[in-house]
Structure formats: structure tokens, C-alpha cells
Nanobody, 115 residues
Framework: QVQVMESGGGLVQPGGSLRLSCAASGTISTINAMRWYRQCPGKQREFVARITGGGFTNYADSVKGRFTISRDYAKNTVYLQMNSLKPEDTAVYYC?????????WGQGTQVTVSS
């Protein structure tokens, strides 16, 4: 069983920054990729960023140049550095850990961008 735990969400003013963390623990086979998604009320969950086992990254167009995904392989942890935050970035952010067996989700962390 794999547990996925996000942290680092909160309230921030427009233009501010937050850093999200996601740690995977338990019996973990090889992690192929780690991803961040987000979901606004009444909307579908959408892709934000991905980092593969080899360190390849890609981003949704809406966050390119503002968000950076990184990974600590030894700790099975992925980070999302979010800069120049906008009100439209307000959402619950979810971490997804893709192993060779299954993809696991965390419970989400709320990010609110408001003045």
C-alpha cells in the first residue's frame, strides 16, 4: 500500500508564492512519474505539471513560466514551486504518484489566491 500526502497549501495574495510538497510512503515499487493536478469548484480536475523518473518535466500552458516542479528521489517527494500566483490558480491541488503497478492520489491541499 502506498500513502500520498500533500502539504504546503494556504492563503496567499496575488503575485505571491507558495511551495507545495507531496511525499509518497509505504511499499513503493518503481515510481515512473509524479504529477500535480488541480480542481476548482464545479470544474473537472486538470493537469498542472509532471516530472518523470528521468527528470523530464512538462507543464500546463496556464502555469508555464510561473510554476516549477522538482523531485527528491531519495525521499520519494515532489515539490511544486508556484510564483506569480493569480486568483485563477485558486483550487485544491492533488498529487498523483504513478508506479509500475498503480497510480495513487493524495487527499489534496487547498490553495487560495486572494487579496
Amino acid at each position: 500500500q502506498v500513502q500520498v500526502m500533500e502539504s504546503g497549501g494556504g492563503l496567499v495574495q496575488p503575485g505571491g508564492s507558495l511551495r507545495l510538497s507531496c511525499a509518497a510512503s509505504g511499499t513503493i515499487s518503481t515510481i515512473n512519474a509524479m504529477r500535480w493536478y488541480r480542481q476548482c469548484p464545479g470544474k473537472q480536475r486538470e493537469f498542472v505539471a509532471r516530472i518523470t523518473g528521468g527528470g523530464f518535466t512538462n507543464y500546463a500552458d496556464s502555469v508555464k513560466g510561473r510554476f516549477t516542479i522538482s523531485r527528491d528521489y531519495a525521499k520519494n517527494t515532489v515539490y511544486l514551486q508556484m510564483n506569480s500566483l493569480k486568483p485563477e490558480d485558486t483550487a485544491v491541488y492533488y498529487c498523483n504518484v504513478e508506479t509500475t503497478i498503480y497510480a495513487y492520489w493524495g487527499q489534496g491541499t487547498q490553495v487560495t489566491v486572494s487579496s
